[in-house]
């Protein structure tokens, strides 16, 4: 992937520059909305509560809005219901036969009924999400004992639960419009601006302890190799891929039995971000449930369960295993690859179809999964040790990194094939051009 020739083709092709101003308009927006106040909040009280709140539930939704939670803004909820409901979507398309079927088999008409009832679900989830924290907003309390919410009743109530979810469903659309008229993915776009925000103070605070001594020259160095190793293994893995060569016959070749060669890529972590995120939310639960009970064997468990602790390594360790080889079965199926690779005369070399191809593909995505699965454990563990030991000045989480180096990868492969099509393109059309007018323009 060559930079300097993906930023060349940005100004040198018109409708990309038009659709990258489109994708900065919109993030823009969607960062003026993040410092929105709902009404009805003591926003100091509650920045006061997030700081206490790190480890939990809160403290993950907020990492992903973008601060947006702990200022509880028009856009506090992010595009998290609109996530968790393509992923419940994805679950259920597997587990339920008539939407599966309606996925797979309807084409055009199949991908926007799915795509409707994932909107009807991220909507519904963001009322759930908003009713929650309103609620819970009425009793809360800062550390200080400064209350968040000032008059709680009904009228709080309906107004947080209609700014949230009013946010959410903006964001929606916003993520949708990105994706059609923009460059990258929408959805991906939004939570990468929002946990990219939050570099410029990060790095603000640490030249700042540098400068009043309370951050050694020899620790900013530790930090500053850590962050540059961590992110050059992300970009490594998430580029890494093992190609199955396959042979299709050559249906328009004169010759009987010809024959030509391809690939299919199969990533080293198909399943991605998703099972730090699963994983880290069932952990997190616990966590956020104590904060709203006061008893002693509460407490126990919110300390055992603390981020850091050998307990919490351990369980979280052994969930993102788990989530791996679960998610990775659910979007990787090698009875349906084998299947339409028989269907299109293709074939891998030296492995017969069905069965036989079914197997092979099995092994390899077993092999890789388990390679992933210590990856995504490695890249989500190492770093909560790692800012435990050295008393890291902000937040440095594997979970955020991936999101990050794999949306920015995304959108510059994008970026680069969306250059290449309208280059092709304008080929074509001078071609075309040519062979009305004849050769120098002359008919």
Avoid at 206 to 211: D, L, R
Wanted: hydrophobic letters at 50%; charged letters at 15%; one cysteine or more.
């Amino acid at each position: 992937m060559n930079l300097s020739k993906i930023f060349a083709n940005v100004f040198e092709v018109p409708e990309l520059k038009k659709r990258l101003l489109f994708t900065f308009a919109l993030l823009a927006v969607f960062r003026l909305g993040a410092h929105i106040p709902t009404p009805g909040i003591n926003v100091a009280a509650l920045s006061e509560f997030f700081q206490r709140a790190q480890g939990t539930m809160f403290g993950f939704m907020d990492a992903f809005s973008g601060g947006a939670l702990s200022k509880l803004t028009i856009f506090a909820l992010g595009v998290m219901p609109y996530i968790s409901a393509s992923i419940i979507m994805q679950l259920f398309t597997v587990a339920f036969p008539s939407l599966e079927k309606l996925a797979k088999e309807e084409g055009e008409y199949g991908r926007k009924k799915i795509n409707q009832y994932t909107r009807y679900g991220s909507v519904a989830l963001a009322f759930i999400q908003a009713l929650g924290i309103a609620i819970g907003l009425q009793g809360m309390k800062s550390p200080s004992g400064i209350p968040v919410v000032p008059n709680p009743g009904f009228t709080f109530i309906f107004v947080c639960v209609t700014t949230l979810v009013a946010g959410s469903t903006f964001l929606m659309w916003l993520g949708e419009k990105i994706t059609e008229h923009g460059v990258g993915e929408g959805m991906s776009l939004l939570i990468f601006a929002g946990i990219v925000s939050r570099i410029p103070s990060s790095v603000i605070n640490v030249i700042t302890q540098f400068k009043g001594g309370e951050l050694s020259l020899f620790k900013l160095v530790g930090i500053i190799l850590i962050i540059l190793t961590m992110t050059a293994l992300v970009i490594y893995v998430e580029m890494a891929e093992r190609r199955v060569p396959l042979q299709y016959a050559k249906r328009s070749a004169p010759q009987v039995g010809g024959t030509y060669t391809s690939f299919l890529p199969i990533k080293l972590n198909p399943a991605n971000v998703i099972p730090i995120i699963f994983a880290a939310s069932i952990m997190m639960f616990p966590a956020t449930i104590t904060k709203f009970i006061h008893t002693a064997w509460a407490q126990k468990i919110a300390h055992i369960l603390m981020p850091g602790t050998p307990t919490y390594l351990i369980i979280y360790g052994v969930l993102i295993f788990f989530f791996t080889y679960f998610y990775t079965a659910v979007i990787f199926n090698p009875e349906e690859i084998a299947d339409n690779l028989n269907k299109a005369g293709g074939f891998i070399p030296g492995i017969r179809a069905g069965k036989d191809t079914v197997e092979y593909l099995d092994r390899i995505v077993s092999r890789l999964t388990f390679a992933g699965a210590v990856f995504l454990t490695t890249i989500a563990i190492v770093p909560l040790i790692i800012m435990q030991r050295m008393h890291f000045p902000f937040y440095f989480g594997g979970t955020a990194l991936l999101i990050v180096v794999g949306v920015a990868l995304d959108t510059l492969r994008r970026i680069e094939a969306f250059a290449l099509n309208v280059s092709y393109e304008g080929f074509l059309g001078k071609r075309k051009r040519r062979k009305r007018t004849g050769f120098g323009g002359v008919r």
